[in-house]
């Protein structure tokens, strides 16, 4: 079984500020952990993906992520904001093999805000 | 990337009639494909799984006599709402994961559904 938890539903920083996204995972295999970003009214874009070679994954946009297997934490963060950052968040977890890699559980998203 | 497209990106429909909804991987072969509901200001939840050439496998809860799955071909995934009422007024999204990418499944644009 596997689980995602995003800590703090909302999170505002103002432009030019760090942005640090939580997310803690639990999963009885080894897993992938991935970021998605969400528009209003829009699907899902990956933002970056651990799949288990290096701990710190480097994405678009200036994200980056580092996976802490003895934290069982995936946070996401980005040195300087950007207007266009503003969106929701979704961490989510995969693993078992197979077409389990395919299948995600998601955390419960975590709206960004940015300020001027 | 792998390109997945949903159609359509929103529809209404009367209570009582039925939806159809589309996800098509346009370049690459999907033997798997997931659909997921989002409800306003939630995260998305994994209805079901859907393999190319056999019954769709649904999470639970989700009933399968009212949310039709039907994954036809490499590149085709159907799901069709029965029967709509307005609690099943949702975002839609799909996921389809290419057996030659082991790592990620790729996600549609989503669907809104509003049932009046």
């Known amino acids: 079984a596997q689980s995602v938890t995003q800590l703090g539903s909302h999170v505002s920083v103002s432009e030019g500020a760090l942005v640090l996204l939580r997310c803690n995972y639990s999963s009885s295999v080894p897993p992938y952990l991935f970021w998605y970003v969400q528009y209003p009214n829009q699907g899902l874009q990956l933002l970056l993906k651990y799949t288990s070679a290096a701990t710190l994954v480097k994405g678009i946009n200036g994200f980056e992520a580092e996976f802490k297997k003895s934290e069982t934490s995936f946070h996401l963060t980005k040195p300087s904001a950007h207007m266009s950052d503003a969106a929701e968040y979704f961490c989510a977890v995969s693993g078992g093999g197979g077409t389990s890699y395919g299948k995600l559980t998601f955390g419960q998203g975590t709206i960004l805000t940015v300020h001027p | 990337g792998a390109v997945v497209s949903q159609h359509p990106s929103r529809v209404i429909c009367k209570s009582g009639t039925s939806v159809k909804i589309e996800c098509r991987s346009l370049d690459f072969q999907a033997t798997t494909m997931f659909w997921y509901r989002q409800f306003p200001k939630q995260s998305l939840m994994l209805m079901a799984t859907?393999?190319?050439?056999?019954?769709?496998?649904?999470e639970q809860g989700v009933e399968k006599d009212k949310f039709l799955i039907n994954h036809a071909s490499l590149t085709l995934s159907t799901l069709t709402v029965t029967s709509a009422h307005p609690e099943d007024s949702s975002f839609y999204i799909c996921s389809a994961y290419d057996r030659g990418r082991v790592t990620e499944a790729f996600f549609g644009q989503g669907t809104r559904l509003t049932v009046v």
């Open positions: 859907s393999n190319e050439g056999s019954k769709a496998t649904y």
